[in-house]
């Protein structure tokens, strides 16, 4: 059974960074597409950013504004989200998720369409 594990968030100051990992196991996450989502207390999941299987392709929402930066690691398994300038708003639970498998898969914003998650982490930005 595929697992998927992040690490890295925490507390941090307004303007401050994070960066969020997430290790997969039991699956070739070349071939998925990967994103991230969050959820911030009382409000839906919503998608932060995302990638294609071939690492081409690259979306994100509009409040991110430049201020992260997903990346992958095939080979290590595991992906990224660099995360700068963090605002008090940015404040909730960050979910790694992964969508596949194909020979390529396109990005996806509709958090259904992906097929394996991780447990979350939670991102505090507060002074």
């Known amino acids: 059974q595929p697992q998927l594990v992040e690490s890295g968030g925490g507390l941090v100051q307004p303007g401050g960074s994070l960066r969020l990992s997430c290790v997969v196991s039991?699956?070739?996450?070349?071939?998925?597409?990967i994103g991230w989502f969050r959820q911030a207390p009382g409000k839906e999941r919503t998608g932060v950013s995302y990638m294609s299987s071939s690492g081409g392709g690259t979306k994100y929402a509009d409040f991110v504004n430049g201020r992260f930066t997903i990346s992958r690691d095939d080979a290590k398994k595991t992906m990224f989200l660099q995360m700068n300038n963090l605002k008090p708003e940015d404040t909730a639970i960050y979910y790694c998720?992964?969508?596949?498998?194909?020979?390529?898969?396109?990005?996806?914003?509709?958090?259904?369409?992906?097929?394996?998650w991780g447990q979350g982490t939670q991102v505090t930005v507060s002074s």
């Open positions: 039991g699956l070739d996450l070349e071939l998925y597409a």
């Open positions: 998720a992964a969508k596949g498998p194909g020979l390529y898969v396109g990005i996806s914003t509709n958090y259904y369409e992906y097929d394996y």
